[in-house]
Nanobody, 123 residues
């Protein structure tokens, strides 16, 4: 699986970004997918996940109401719309393909990982 995350950048607090994750090997169609993030000096943490058919999305409490996960199975691409960004959202955002149809918040439930895209939110 070749996962490529993109869309990161520098944004002011309160701004928005849309991340994309493209699966060039086209092996994620029947699997859940997810976004995680890792800030400098911190452990990787769950952000959001989505089921194989675009249903059963779930979010970390810290991003609920601000972030929206979606996917386009035909395009083999997953998205993360991030609104009202805050400085503590600054991190490398990684996308991953799950081991099953619904993979949830645990990193061990994911089989393939992309390299990530950096999001920096200035105050």
């Amino acid at each position: 699986v070749q996962l490529q995350a993109s869309g990161g950048g520098l944004v002011q607090a309160g701004g928005s970004l849309r991340l994309s994750c493209t699966d060039s090997k086209r092996t994620s169609s029947n699997n859940g997918m997810g976004w995680f993030r890792q800030a400098p000096g911190k452990e990787r943490e769950f952000v959001a996940s989505i089921g194989w058919n675009g249903g059963r999305s779930s979010y970390a409490d810290s991003v609920k109401g601000r972030f929206t996960i979606s996917r386009d199975r035909a395009a083999n691409t997953m998205y993360l719309q991030m609104n009202n960004l805050k400085p503590n959202d600054t991190a490398v955002y990684l996308c991953a393909v799950g081991r099953s149809a619904y993979s949830g918040p645990y990193s061990g439930s994911y089989r393939y990982w992309g390299q990530g895209t950096l999001v920096t939110v200035s105050s």
